[in-house]
């Protein structure tokens, strides 16, 4: 253990930022996912600005966004147990292979243009019943794609940036498809795009993992899970922030559209543009974290960058600028992205493998889970007191969070360190805890 992380300390450049693409099967993922979470961000654009045409009210856009995320928040816990007891290789190619047949019915139904919003919901429930179960699935599989616990944050880190690449191609595509093509077409993209994922799952080869066969019920699996992770202070702290963060500031980007066309008075292009400007700068995020050596200290930037997030929250709420309203989501994109894996990598490394996937549910449930509300309270808040001014309410939680969490770091690192010892995270050669760079600060 000490000379894999000696290995690590001496790489450099590239192959220190990618050296969980050395993993076979974890490089097959990461191909096919890259490809499908572009269709994935294309579908998430198309849908919004098809709701608002359809509808031109911001309270539906919340409700669909809430249809959507609802099933997260109930069924995730559920399927963080079944994680754990099945397998999770098996789960991925199923629950893919339903999103897949999802997207095309939403396509068939727009570009035959029998689409209605009473379908719309109705598809988004069904995603968010599958995503239930693909989500702590997916999250606890890296694991078994990389064999080197040394270079798990770095596989997060990368995954973190399949999310954001896609994230600043995928509006940009849809924006362009939809002004030119219509919706339907980025609908019919994201359905394709899964073959990529299923083919890329298929072509792995894996080691079987061992399950232990479970005499107990699931609900009993559901609680075990969360008094695991809610006895456990770094766990249960990293949780509520990543809560808060998901509930009062991600939310945001449910009313996008109102900014792009009704505050900044643009169009598809407009709102294409503000979510690939939030996607560069969690590229920039992601450049940050696949640069560092180690994934000690991370707790610090979790407050760090939730409050970075809050803060840019809250001055785009007062932006009428279209240029100064693209470099504030550069900045929130980094610091949404940054705190989100920050708080995923933590808690990977923290948690005990039996519960991994139903820890990994708990994440899920914190920032998807959470979404659901979000949405539908920033849509109501904006029906009311307008999209600013809901931005503005978001940002100043996400900011007090931070500061409430940043006063739980001493304590948080006093428990985490000794794990990260016994795994060989930190070794006495190795960084200790302090910027994540090698230098230990005491």
């Given at each position: ?20 693409l ?11 996912q ?6 994935t ?21 919340g ?30 190619i199923v ?44 999250q606890?599989f ?20 399949m ?5 600043l191609?995928g ?25 990529a994922?299923?083919l ?17 019920r ?20 990293l ?35 503000l ?71 933590v ?15 708990l994440?899920?449930?914190?920032f ?11 849509g ?25 969490f ?8 006093e ?28």
């Amino acid at each position: 253990m000490k000379s894999d992380q000696k290995a690590i300390e001496n790489e450099t450049g590239v192959r220190r930022v990618v050296r969980a693409l050395h993993h076979r099967n974890y490089r097959l993922f990461f191909g096919g996912q890259s490809i499908s979470l572009i269709g994935t961000w294309m579908q998430r654009i198309a849908m919004s600005w098809l709701v608002y045409r359809l509808t031109n009210s911001a309270l539906l856009l919340g409700v669909v966004g809430f249809a959507g995320q609802i099933p997260v928040f109930l069924a995730t816990p559920f399927g963080g147990v079944l994680a754990d007891r099945w397998n999770r290789h098996r789960i991925l190619i199923v629950t893919q292979s339903l999103a897949m047949i999802q997207a095309f019915i939403l396509a068939f139904l727009v570009l035959t243009r029998t689409i209605a919003v009473w379908q719309i919901v109705c598809l988004s429930v069904f995603l968010g019943l599958v995503d239930s179960l693909d989500m702590p699935a997916r999250q606890s599989f890296v694991i078994e794609m990389v064999e080197k616990r040394e270079d798990l944050g770095n596989a997060i880190a990368l995954n973190s940036s399949m999310v954001n690449g896609a994230r600043l191609l995928g509006p940009s595509i849809a924006g362009l498809l939809i002004a030119y093509m219509g919706e339907g077409m980025c609908f019919l993209f994201n359905a394709l795009s899964y073959l990529a994922v299923i083919l890329s799952l298929l072509a792995m080869k894996l080691t079987p993992r061992k399950v232990e066969i479970r005499k107990t019920r699931i609900l009993q699996g559901v609680r075990e899970g969360f008094s695991y992770a809610f006895g456990f202070i770094p766990i249960r702290s990293l949780l509520l922030l990543v809560a808060v963060v998901s509930l009062m500031g991600v939310s945001h980007t449910v009313l996008m559209p109102v900014f792009a066309r009704d505050i900044l008075r643009g169009d598809s292009h407009t709102l294409g543009f503000l979510m690939g400007c939030s996607g560069m700068g969690a590229m920039v995020g992601v450049a940050f974290l696949t640069s560092r050596r180690s994934i000690v200290g991370l707790e610090k930037w979790s407050a760090r960058a939730t409050a970075m997030f809050g803060g840019g929250l809250i001055i785009f709420s007062f932006s009428r600028s279209f240029w100064v309203s693209l470099l504030l989501m550069g900045f929130t994109g980094f610091g949404m992205m940054v705190q989100q894996t920050s708080s995923n990598t933590v808690m990977q490394a923290t948690v005990d493998e039996d519960k991994r996937g139903r820890v990994m549910s708990l994440y899920t449930l914190a920032f998807r889970g959470m979404m659901p509300f979000g949405s539908l309270f920033a849509g109501t808040l904006a029906s009311r007191i307008g999209a600013p001014n809901t931005i503005l309410i978001g940002g100043s939680c996400c900011l007090l969070g931070s500061l409430l969490f940043a006063r739980k770091l001493p304590l948080l690192e006093e428990l985490i360190r000794p794990i990260y010892a016994k795994t060989g995270i930190v070794t006495g050669e190795g960084p200790q805890i302090g910027d994540g760079t090698g230098q230990a600060k005491e």
